[in-house]
């Protein structure tokens, strides 16, 4: 199956600066009042940032960025690129530049502050503080990057070498047998993600006493239509059991109330039969 044209490969890499620094004197200390036999019983780690809050927010939002980035792709190799669906490349670069100038401007605001939050944090950390622990602002700033990178899927091994036609031969082989194997592992993330979202709604469904009540939420239902939406683009190879089940989920949704859902016992029990029937219908 050719996803060339259906699919491009795409490598996201954010980068912060840790703030975080290991403290010899202090771990020496901690070690012999503890009475540790061993100098790498303990470790004090020092919060270069203590007091702060903006370096933490901007490792929050890079972290927030890398969720989104996976639930709009496929894994492809173990780490780095991974495949996004052409039908969301648009939709994808759009976010993608907003996230990224958001990202830049708390960092270029991070930038300057440094000086100020330097002294916050030494208000902070009493005996802890050693202005020798800070680099320079623009070492600094070197610790913080937002880069991703595109490329084509290459649907098979273009080997231009000059070696024995057997050996090459045997390079393409190995090179097609790895293409296939990474695809049929991609293709397995949106089975389990709709497993998932099946199998965790049917389980919530079973439950019926006032307790649970309380924690029924529109996210319920929104989470399990926007999983339906999704998924049409993440099926690159167009398996058409993804599309059947994918498409039994949202008719089994169509009309359904959350309110009726959490008020109603007979409304769950039949919502969650047409559940278990998508999870029985298919090999998982």
Not at 9 to 15: F, G, R, T, W, Y
Not at 96 to 124: C, G, Q, W
Not at 240 to 262: C, F, S, T
Request: charge should be negative; hydrophobic fraction near 40%; include cysteine.
């Amino acid at each position: 199956m050719s996803i060339t044209s259906s699919a491009v490969l795409v490598e996201m890499n954010i980068s912060v600066w840790t703030a975080n620094r290991l403290d010899k004197a202090a771990t020496t200390d901690l070690i012999a009042r503890n009475h540790a036999t061993v100098a790498d019983a303990a470790q004090v780690r020092k919060n270069l940032m203590a007091g702060t809050t903006l370096r933490k927010s901007i490792a929050d939002y890079a972290a927030g960025c890398r969720l989104w980035h996976n639930t709009h792709t496929l894994p492809w190799a173990d780490k780095g690129p991974r495949v996004l669906p052409t039908s969301l490349f648009m939709d994808y670069k759009q976010e993608l530049n907003i996230r990224r100038e958001t990202f830049l401007k708390s960092v270029a605001e991070f930038r300057d502050k440094y000086p100020a939050l330097v002294k916050i944090a030494a208000n902070y950390m009493g005996t802890l503080h050693d202005p020798a622990d800070y680099p320079p602002v623009d070492e600094v700033m070197g610790k913080f990057g937002f880069k991703v990178v595109f490329s084509p899927v290459p649907e098979s091994g273009d080997f231009r070498l000059d070696i024995p036609q057997q050996e090459l031969e045997d390079m393409r082989r190995t090179y097609d047998d790895a293409f296939d194997t990474r695809l049929a592992e991609a293709m397995r993330t949106p089975w389990e993600q709709l497993h998932k979202m099946l199998a965790g709604m049917s389980a919530k469904l079973a439950e019926g006493d006032e307790e649970t009540k309380k924690r029924w939420h529109d996210t319920f239902l929104t989470n399990a239509l926007e999983l339906c939406g999704m998924l049409t683009h993440l099926n690159i190879t167009n398996d058409v059991k993804l599309e059947a089940a994918r498409r039994q989920l949202e008719v089994a949704l169509i009309g359904a109330d959350i309110d009726d859902i959490k008020e109603n016992e007979d409304t769950r029990a039949g919502l969650k039969a047409k559940l278990d029937t998508i999870l029985k219908g298919y090999e998982w």
